[in-house]
């Protein structure tokens, strides 16, 4: 899944920095993603593992880092099995 | 309860009788010389308004934020300009107060701003970065002896020269990205300002904005320990939509109440035959209705949304397009009201020297779609509408 999210990150970001050298908790605003880039880093994701992302995970913490991705992720599968 | 009740009725009654006894008699004046409004501010500093929303265990009034609000549309009433200098004091106030984080620095600052009244302006917006407050250029620089300095090209800094103290937005330091923000408070002795243009503007007149080269020179302290990304979503753009509008709301009903005071003074020349424009009178108050509710709702879903722990909801989406949605219609809806009353006192009200003129209002109130362009506002709900679900 972290690979899935970097190549999602890689493609939508638009970072000024090669994605493989960030680490998993790297805050991907200060590495330099919009608040615009975001949103397409979040319809990248939708599309990429079929989910929607209801408006209460719509928020920076949760796309703050690609730890806090897959974690974010892993809860809507979570909900989504149960 | 009660108590805090009883100490917003007794702030707002103060706040009423300066709008009607001080900012209503200079308010010609300051928008025809386009100057400060003085008289205004010193009465405010005199019923420490200006601490009015901070905590009273660091000195102020602990006034809720719902009267806040308030307080921007009774001035609003009186003088559009007292009421923006006012208005854009509490947002840096409110600001402070939300996020402090219980940062020694700003506790002390906020006490000095009880005791001395000080007034706060910001810089927040920048050349060369297309009007987006969410990127800067100039940023925290280390200077000598472990102190910092900057150095921002402000197009527009609102009542600057009459600011005590500034509240900036910069990159957290020289390698940081454009959007890695941070707020520092300076203090007038710390700071040079270099005016890079004059001030004659169609409305607004007396919030006295020109341009500067702003330079500081400060202390590590003097940064907010929350990065700006936070405080802006869950406070600053709020709080400013919020406060801008209801201002804006008080231009638009005094505008309105004068359309009234002319219907009526037509109706009494003619008894028992409503004058024509009488109608028009009762269009302009559905206008002025839908104003009224979209602001007071807005203003109850942001406190509503404040008391919530960490206050979550103010940092989604939702509320994103919620609060930029305030400010495009508050902001296209009260130039509106007041043309619409231009419209009904007709001659009498496109007149300068009436009862009924609101030709201040009208040139007022179109700042108002400017101040943070309505249209990277549109940009920026246009990106935000592809994800959110429910809105």
Same mark, same amino acid.
């Given at each position: 899944m972290i690979e899935e999210i970097r190549s999602i990150i890689r493609d939508h970001?638009? +970072?000024? !920095?090669? !994605?493989?050298? +960030?680490?998993?908790?790297?805050d991907l605003y200060q590495a330099g993603m919009t608040s615009h880039a975001s949103v397409n880093v979040m319809l990248g994701l939708e599309d990429r593992f079929d989910i929607e992302f209801p408006d209460h995970m719509l928020k920076r913490s949760v796309f703050e880092s690609i730890a806090a991705i897959a974690a974010a992720l892993k809860d809507l599968q979570v909900s989504a099995a149960a | 309860m009660s108590v805090a009740v009883d100490r917003d009725a007794t702030f707002l009654a103060g706040i009423r009788q300066i709008a009607e006894d001080v900012a209503a008699e200079h308010a010609d004046d300051v928008d025809r010389q386009a100057r400060f409004p003085v008289e205004t501010l010193s009465a405010l500093r005199e019923q420490q308004a200006l601490s009015a929303f901070i905590p009273p265990e660091l000195g102020?009034?602990?006034?809720?934020f719902e009267a806040i609000a308030e307080a921007c549309l009774h001035l609003g009433r009186r003088c559009g300009a007292s009421a923006m200098v006012f208005a854009m004091h509490q947002i840096q106030v409110v600001t402070i107060v939300r996020h402090l984080e219980d940062a020694s620095w700003f506790e002390a600052y906020l006490r000095s701003v009880s005791e001395e009244q000080r007034l706060i302006a910001s810089v927040t917006s920048e050349v060369g970065t297309g009007g987006d407050m969410g990127r800067s250029i100039a940023a925290v620089t280390p200077a000598a002896e472990g102190r910092c300095s900057f150095e921002k090209q402000a197009p527009t800094v609102s009542y600057g020269e009459h600011a005590d103290d500034l509240l900036t937005t910069l990159?957290?330091?020289?390698?940081?990205?454009?959007?890695?923000q941070v707020l520092a408070l300076t203090r007038r002795e710390q700071i040079t300002l270099e005016p890079t243009g004059t001030w004659d503007p169609l409305g607004m007149r007396g919030t006295c904005s020109p341009g500067f080269i702003v330079r500081a020179e400060f202390a590590p302290e003097q940064v907010l320990p929350t990065p700006f990304p936070a405080v802006s979503v869950q406070s600053m753009v709020p709080v400013s939509h919020i406060l801008w509008s209801h201002l804006w709301l008080g231009i638009a009903t005094d505008a309105f109440d004068r359309a009234r005071a002319f219907v009526r003074a037509s109706a009494k020349q003619k008894p028992g035959e409503p004058p024509p424009t009488a109608q028009r009178l009762s269009h302009l108050m559905s206008e002025l209705s839908l104003l009224r509710a979209e602001v007071d709702s807005a203003l109850r879903a942001f406190v509503e949304a404040s008391q919530e722990p960490g206050r979550e909801r103010l940092s989604t989406v939702a509320a994103a397009l919620r609060f930029n949605n305030l400010k495009i219609a508050a902001s296209e809806q009260a130039p509106r009201v007041c043309q619409g009353a231009m419209g009904v006192c007709g001659i009498v009200g496109f007149k300068?020297?009436?009862?009924?003129? !609101?030709g201040r209002h009208l040139r007022d109130t179109m700042s108002a779609s400017l101040m943070v362009a309505n249209e990277r506002i549109h940009h920026t709900n246009a990106s935000l509408l592809l994800i959110a679900k429910d809105v």
């Open positions: 970001a638009r +970072l000024p !920095v090669d !994605v493989d050298t +960030l680490a998993d908790d790297t | 102020g009034a602990g006034i809720s990159r957290r330091a020289p390698d940081a990205e454009p959007g890695d300068n020297d009436t009862p009924f003129s !609101v």
